[in-house]
């Protein structure tokens, strides 16, 4: 749910009010992101709102620079350089060139330097290419020339494309006869993507005025010069001009060029047939007679079919008195009719009318894989479309098999939204979500890929979660189907549910959920997988032996290809960090095997590390040779405690705890065996560390960077360790338990509480009073009686507390409740007064972050998952 800060903030970028957001933008305490509505639809078509970072979102709203500035001074230049979580990763200054006007580039400059003003995005476009977009104005591009000279208008992105190009379709005629000065003509002729020229992208514009220009300047052979798919300016002006623009086209070479066949063998009949109205259609109908209609490209359709699909009511009527219903029935592409065309319109005017004119009976017709209007309608219509079938025809039609034996249930799922779906099982029944097509596919599975997670709740409201495991096309589950979903929505929602596990389960050909999301999901995902099961993601391999890794590097990585690179490459740098020197001879904690203890018998003690509490911690060389740390735990036993069966307890407590062992983790102490040499003592082996305790590193208040860089990394491990199955609970967070290493920015967790959870077995055995274990001035309210329970209940929420309160003495400097001396005092003052209060100075979105983690009733504490989304530590995501 949105804040107040988030409300505000929205409704001022929304009404361009520069007074309100200046204010704002001096309060607001990260670059948080945003969903926020009231952008042009020229330039974000296909969305209504848009959630992007507050410093994108003020590149791209009518408001003063000064706020730009603002958040420059307040979070440092990095956000201007800080790419989007969209596909192309766009920064705030490019989306500022494409926006605004030259003052703010001037602005760029000064805040971020002349570097800023070359970056790319992972489409290869520079901020020359989207100066060039921007239709307010040229100025931004006339001042990136000036500042970056003149080769810039024609740096290709990576599809060839050149500021000259975009200019072509988004700016006027004065930026053309300026470019034109600063580099001649031939650039016009520079062929972009699809071997494109200038010609072709200002024929995309909605007038002719760039395209009249250009013939004048180099001649009017240009009209027809064809694209590497044989497309002219003539096909692109037939369906993105108007008929002044086919007219000026007539005068300069005639009308013949009109019947010039293009991709497909389509002529601009076909194009026109796209556009959304019939005007060109006419035109052309009445210059070249109504035979153009039905004149089938390569594959059979017509402008007839498109029409159906493109066009309203009003042009079918207009058909149908030029030649008649047959045209309707005929069949084009895959044996698809203008009814096929007509269910794929996203409303239902064009098949009504159809049906109207021709009879019900055409709703069922197939085409040469089984589909009728019936099942696109499902996918491409809404609701009403359905309701409507029904009365014509009846529920059956939508049980009528297709291609893969797929039912309008499958259709269904394939819709953005699961209102057909939802639809559909109210008339048919849920047990049509996991009726298979052919290959074993549900409607399950495609929700997975395709919808959101409100279909993922309503599917698992109607038949439960197990059906997110069923088997489908090559052994495929949900999971994988997720995982090629365009971000990881629905991804995070299946592990939250069915537990990471599911990530590495391979299909028939070996990949998994991780190599698909390597594949096709941005890299946050790769973060995401990371947390649920660390270092274990670069090792799976599919059976082409190919890893995660291996499949980013390959051709068939789809989206954010360097930014997946470069977290591949720093995480793995990080994980390495804990090798030993090359040429060490001694295998350290962090190399040996995954499986087995690191010795064979014995082990020598090198050191003392540490004493206290049950223990003491010891720097070992093994027999095997593998240097370690290794803390020896001696359990309290009772006089009168039968030895073997206090061993036996101890010797159970043990073996549930071995899981420690599998945990992979940057941020989490590694575990190499758990050993119980006598009935009464537990030795733990792990990685040796170097570095200090947080506890010895505070020697003051720490600054909120940095408090803010801890606190990430320790909730990123709480998420890891809370998200197993079952989960791991720590026990025993508190800041003599987490370890700064040597190079003072990277934090790990240690210890886990073991001897907390033996001594309970051991205390279990004697019969003695539970009473609370672990470090006092960290402990949760409920385990100290003063919530809303007297047992002891260890749980994600209570190390959700003592993470909060290791933030209050990164904060302060100081242990919480640290006058007080007794669990009595303690809980007293908790049930009185609730977490201490963090210093005078800390920033509101600090204390509201601390709030959300040490609330008394433990259902009030937020989850490692969401306080990873938290705007204190957005700023680092």
């Not at 000259?164 to 972009?192: M, N, P």
């Not at 309008?408 to 029944?429: Q, T, Y």
């Not at 291996?550 to 789809?558: A, F, K, L, T, Y």
């Not at 007064?833 to 509101?844: E, H, K, M, Q």
Request: net charge negative; hydrophobic share 35%; aromatic share 8%.
């Amino acid at each position: 749910m949105a804040t107040e800060m988030e409300r505000k903030l929205r409704a001022a970028l929304e009404a361009g009010d520069s007074e309100e957001l200046q204010r704002l933008c001096g309060e607001v305490g990260s670059n948080i992101e945003l969903e926020v509505g009231g952008f042009d639809k020229q330039d974000f078509p296909f969305e209504e709102l848009c959630k992007i970072p507050l410093a994108h979102h003020v590149a791209c709203k009518p408001v003063s620079s000064s706020c730009l500035e603002l958040l420059i001074d307040r979070f440092g230049p990095d956000c201007l350089t800080y790419g989007n979580g969209r596909l192309i990763r766009e920064t705030p200054v490019h989306l500022a060139a494409q926006h605004q006007d030259e003052s703010w580039m001037k602005l760029v400059k000064e805040k971020g330097g002349r570097g800023c003003l070359r970056i790319a995005n992972e489409d290869g476009k520079t901020v020359a290419h989207f100066a060039a977009m921007n239709r307010k104005s040229n100025s931004c591009l006339k001042w990136l020339v000036k500042e970056l000279g003149s080769d810039c208008l024609t740096v290709p992105d990576k599809y060839g494309n050149t500021a000259v190009h975009l200019a072509a379709q988004h700016q006027s005629i004065e930026s053309l006869e300026w470019i034109k000065r600063q580099i001649g003509t031939d650039c016009f002729r520079l062929k972009g993507l699809l071997d494109r020229t200038a010609f072709h992208f200002a024929a995309k514009k909605s007038d002719n005025s760039n395209l009249k220009w250009l013939v004048k300047e180099l001649g009017s052979d240009c009209l027809t010069v064809p694209d590497s798919r044989g497309d002219t300016a003539v096909h692109l002006a037939a369906q993105h001009q108007s008929i002044e623009s086919l007219e000026w086209i007539k005068r300069q070479i005639g009308t013949d060029c009109f019947r010039l066949k293009g991709l497909w063998d389509r002529t601009a009949f076909h194009f026109a047939a796209k556009k959304s109205d019939n005007s060109n259609l006419k035109w052309l109908v009445k210059e070249l007679g109504s035979d153009c209609l039905t004149v089938p490209d390569k594959y059979g359709d017509t402008a007839v079919h498109l029409a159906a699909q493109h066009q309203g009511i009003e042009s079918l009527e207009w058909i149908k008195r030029q030649i008649g219903t047959d045209c309707f029935r005929l069949k084009g592409d895959y044996d698809s009719t203008a009814f096929h065309f007509a269910a794929r319109k996203s409303d239902n005017s064009n098949l009504k009318w159809l049906v109207k004119e021709l009879g019900s009976d055409c709703l069922t017709v197939p085409d040469e894989y089984g589909h009728t209007a019936v099942h696109l309608a499902a996918q491409h219509q809404g609701i009403e479309s359905l309701e409507w079938i029904k009365r014509q025809i009846g529920t059956d039609c939508f049980r009528l098999k297709g291609l893969w034996d797929r039912t309008a249930f499958h259709f269904a799922a394939e819709k953005s939204d699961n209102s057909n779906l939802k639809w559909l099982v109210k008339e048919l029944g849920s047990d049509c979500l996991t009726v298979p097509d052919r290959s074993g596919t549900t409607a399950v599975h495609l929700a997975a890929e395709h919808q959101g997670i409100e279909s993922l709740e309503w599917i698992k409201r109607q038949i439960g979660t197990d059906c997110f495991q069923l088997k489908g096309d090559d052994d495929r589950t949900a999971f994988h189907f997720a995982a090629e979903k365009f971000d990881n929505s629905n991804l995070k929602w299946l592990v939250k549910e069915l537990g990471s596990d599911c990530l590495t389960v391979p299909d028939k050909d070996g990949d998994t959920a991780v190599h698909l999301a390597a594949q096709h999901q941005p890299v946050d995902s790769l973060q995401f997988i990371f947390d649920q099961i660390g270092a274990e993601m670069f090792s799976l391999k599919n059976n082409r032996g190919e890893t995660p890794a291996d499949v980013v590097e390959s051709w068939r990585c789809e989206t954010d290809e360097s930014a997946k690179r470069a977290w591949i490459s720093s995480t793995q740098r990080w994980l390495e960090a804990s090798r030993p020197p090359a040429g060490s001879s001694a295998p350290t904690a962090a190399s040996a095997g995954p499986e087995g203890p690191p010795f064979l018998e014995r082990w020598d003690t090198i050191r003392l590390i540490g004493r206290g509490g049950f223990g003491e911690v010891h720097e070992v060389r093994t027999d095997t040779g593998v240097t370690c740390a290794a803390k020896t735990l001696r359990l309290p036993v009772q006089l009168g405690d039968e030895l073997p069966s206090v061993s036996t307890e101890i010797h159970k407590a043990v073996e549930s705890e071995r899981n420690l062992c599998r945990l992979r983790h940057p941020n989490i102490v590694r575990f190499l065996h758990i050993a119980q040499p006598e009935p009464a003592t537990v030795v733990v082996f792990m990685e040796l560390l170097d570095g200090r305790s947080l506890e010895r590193f505070i020697d003051k208040p720490l600054d909120e960077l940095t408090i803010r860089d801890f606190s990430e990394q320790i909730c990123r491990a709480l998420l890891y360790l809370h998200r197993r199955q079952p989960p791991v609970i720590h026990r025993d967070i508190n800041c003599s338990n987490i370890i700064v290493c040597a190079d003072n920015t990277r934090i790990k967790l240690i210890d886990f509480g073991l001897s907390i959870k033996l001594e309970q077995s051991v205390s279990h055995m004697s019969a003695s009073t539970q009473a609370p274990k672990g470090t006092l001035n960290f402990m949760a309210p409920e385990l100290l009686g003063a919530g809303e329970s007297d047992s002891v209940q260890y749980s994600r929420e209570s190390d959700i507390w003592a993470f909060g309160c290791s933030v209050f003495q990164m904060a302060s400097g100081a242990r919480p409740f640290r006058g007080n001396q007794s669990v009595y005092q303690v809980a007293l003052k908790i049930a009185n007064s609730g977490a201490p209060a963090l210093p005078d100075g800390r920033s509101a979105e600090l204390r509201d972050f601390y709030s959300r983690c040490t609330a008394k009733d433990r259902r009030q504490r937020k989850a490692a998952r969401e306080l990873l989304e938290h705007e204190f530590l957005r700023k680092n995501l």
